[in-house]
């Protein structure tokens, strides 16, 4: 807990210029998970209403916390819970599943949660000691200021510290990248950003991240995507936020699932 209202706390220091609070101006900020449908959504929304101007960016999850709270994003996106912000209102518009994806060279393609830990932490460091070509492992890992990275810590890592040894990427697009071009390299990424790209989404302890094993909770990484607001979200901005927890093509489109039919429910993820 401490360490989330930290980030947090650094996070503010990302200063971007006063939001335009007026309603027919909505700026959001945050998640790089989340991003591909608030942009989408965003889209579809201003052609419906041409009155109506939305600006989107990244930065990561605790950077949209911090925004929001401080007044200068009208939306705060986000990956994780936003606790010790006082005067924020959470509203969960999906559920996203976070990928562990490894460049094909690396010859695997199942990993226990143990053996991802023992990766991540240092532990293990070359792709044969779990399967794999006698290959060296490359580990890319996110800011801590990534929502993307507290939700990989949360469920996988727990108590073992991820080592800063590694390449870092600030953006979940940049990380496939490098992973798709890098031999050796793994990461941890949202799922949707996997579509396509010539990358090999492990299994973990033998279960794919397909939507039913994440609905079922089976599928240990996901996350309900947050949009937090300072205060109750009124006139414009409530109807987008609205707008986009029931889009329900770009949310099947982009690879999120309705947090509506989640069949395990969680408080604090």
Not at 128 to 146: C, E, L, T
Not at 179 to 202: D, E, H, M, Q, S
Request: hydrophobic content about 40%; overall charge positive; glycine content about 10%.
């Amino acid at each position: 807990m401490k360490r989330l209202i930290t980030a947090i706390a650094i996070a503010a220091s990302f200063a971007l210029p006063l939001a335009a609070l007026a309603d027919t101006s909505i700026t959001a900020v945050g998640s790089t998970a989340l991003l591909p449908l608030v942009k989408e959504s965003a889209t579809e929304y201003q052609t419906a209403h041409p009155d109506v101007k939305i600006s989107v960016s990244g930065g990561g999850s605790f950077v949209g916390i911090a925004q929001a709270s401080a007044g200068q994003a009208d939306l705060g996106d986000s990956d994780v819970v936003a606790p010790g912000s006082a005067g924020l209102t959470d509203h969960r518009v999906c559920v996203v599943a976070f990928a562990i994806a490894v460049n094909p060279s690396a010859g695997v393609s199942t990993l226990s949660s143990k053996q991802i830990r023992d990766i991540f932490a240092g532990r293990v460091t070359n792709w044969k000691a779990v399967g794999g070509k006698d290959q060296a492992i490359v580990v890319i890992n996110r800011p801590r200021s990534s929502g993307t990275r507290a939700v990989f810590g949360k469920t996988i890592m727990g108590v073992s510290k991820i080592a800063e040894t590694g390449l870092e990427q600030d953006s979940s697009g940049a990380v496939v990248s490098t992973v798709a071009t890098t031999p050796g390299t793994i990461t941890y990424v949202a799922l949707g950003y996997t579509v396509g790209k010539p990358v090999t989404v492990v299994k973990i302890n033998g279960v794919a991240p397909t939507d039913n094993a994440i609905r079922d909770g089976k599928y240990p990484i996901w996350s309900y995507e947050h949009i937090f607001t300072k205060g109750k979200a009124k006139g414009t901005v409530a109807d987008f936020i609205k707008f986009i927890e029931n889009n329900g093509n770009a949310l099947q489109k982009l690879g999120y699932i309705q947090t509506s039919t989640m069949h395990v429910k969680e408080t604090d993820r």
